[in-house]
């Protein structure tokens, strides 16, 4: 009864995710339209210069909601409030110290970006020094933020946090459309406007975790206990510097292809990083609903049972992640020319090497939440994210030594296969993974699927149909593609947990 609960929460949370962010996605491509016509050119632009600063520390914040949601899920397997409530309240304190750290630092900045560093229009400068205590007052809201969001996220409630989103996406329109008929300074405005919107998310998390959760307590002093603040501090340090050598290989890929090719066939790799984004959304949905159930599990001291998720995490996101990615790939050239009109010389190229390089990535992803369950983060963070580095030096040897970009920048996909891979065994010495099952429950599981779709999608690709057909021709494909997995993907508790989710709602729906 238990896992039937579990697996209908997590069927419902994912798709929670999935309408959250395709709403959210025709909202914001809207949203911008509308604002950059209110704006102009040059006031968009100094927004997103100086709002930038976000976008650019968002990474921190989901590292924070990372390492709370961690330590309240595996403590909520234990029963305890007295830890939880402990936990949550030097969370909550950190935050707010970690707050007046970044706001020392980002005002400091300040001095300096505003003093001739950033190149803005001497008419402007007032109102973008207002923006800046504006994104400031943002990230400070963010952060502060973070506890209350990762607490829910603990309980598995996605679909709140999935309508909270929504209501932010629908508010960010409603700004673009009052910026639409106001006299006054609209940049100030949309300053002010936008850090109402993180301040009611703040207050729409807070106030329902003081409502509905007994661990989310008011944070006091008292409350501080240094062993807790050193493990989630270490925790959050390695959750960084994991997205580090993520951020960095990124990054440094962009600047090496920058030296040998210029700025043109940087555009290209930009274009494939953005429609990686577009799609990952498929996997990341259901890593956020199934993360909780296997910290939690291994928080009640049921190690097998948090393997047997991870599987499941792993084989799910692949199969979810290539049925999107694999008929993509065949028509990259009509789908890039639809959304870009001219399509730059090996973007094509490109976005084939970093769409693999996430469904490669996916093979193992639920190792990933595995090990920070255990957390023996420190190490795994050293092997195996480092490894993810030592792409930059080969593709610059690759490169240097004459080997022709549309070879070597598959470097990029086989390092990553490498990384996914080395989690087996790191996993097996340090968590006791039955690295042959994981093998036969996984890997072995998603080559039917696989097949069937790359096939198919290459024989439909022979025709040489209008996206719209191959669109259409890609119904029946997919639909025997889940009827493949269903058939041969999933073990046979799997399949009953499916048919049983599916017969309940079909009951619940009166179909």
Known sequence: MQIKKNSTRLIVNTGAQYARTLINLVLSLYSTRLILAALGLADYGIFTLIGGVVSMLAFMTNAMVTTTQRFMSYHQAKSDLETQQIIFGNSVLMHLAVSVAVLALLEIAGLFLFDGFLNIAPERLPAAKVVYQCTIAMI???????????????????????????????????????????????????????????????????????????????????????????????????????????????????????????????????????????VSFVSSALMLAINPQIVKAEGGGDRAKMFRLAEIASKFSYLLLAMIVIPIIFVLPEVLHLWLGEVPDYAVLFCSVILITGLVDMITTGLITS?????????????????????????????????????????????????????????????????????????????????????????????????????????????????????????????????????????????
């Open 140 to 278: 400070l809201m963010s952060f502060i933020t973070a506890p209350y969001k990762a607490l829910i996220i603990s309980h598995e409630n996605i679909v709140y946090t999935s309508v909270v989103d929504v209501c932010d996406g629908v508010l960010k329109v409603g700004i673009a459309v009052m910026l639409t008929f106001m006299d006054a300074d609209k940049l100030v405005t949309y300053g002010f406007l936008m850090l109402s919107i993180y301040v009611l998310n703040l207050l729409a998390y807070s106030i329902y975790d003081f409502r509905n959760y007994k661990e989310c307590i008011m944070p006091r002093l008292r409350f501080f206990n240094r062993e807790y603040v050193k493990s989630m501090s270490s925790f959050i340090g390695w959750q960084l510097y994991s997205t580090g050598c993520v951020l960095g290989r990124t990054q440094g890929t962009a600047i090496i292809i920058n030296r040998f090719f210029g700025t043109v066939v940087n555009a290209a790799f930009g274009i494939a990083l953005q429609l990686s984004g577009a």
């Open 371 to 511: 090990n920070q369950a255990i957390g023996n983060i420190g190490p795994y963070s050293l092997t195996i994210n480092t490894i993810k580095l030592t792409t930059l030096p080969v593709l610059w040897l690759l490169l240097k030594f004459g080997v022709e970009i549309k070879i070597a920048i598959w470097c990029y996909a086989v390092i990553e296969l490498i990384c996914a891979l080395s989690r087996l065994p790191f996993l097996k010495y340090s968590g006791g993974l039955n690295v042959g099952e994981f093998v036969k429950n996984v890997f072995l599981k998603i080559i039917a699927p696989t097949l069937f779709i790359t096939l198919g999608c290459y024989a439909l690709s022979t025709f040489q149909l209008i996206l719209p057909l191959y669109l259409l021709a890609l119904i029946p494909i997919v639909a025997i593609y889940c009827w493949i997995i269903y058939r041969f993907g999933l073990l046979a508790n799997e399949q009953k947990i499916i048919a049983d989710v599916v017969n309940s709602l079909r009951t619940k729906l009166h179909i």
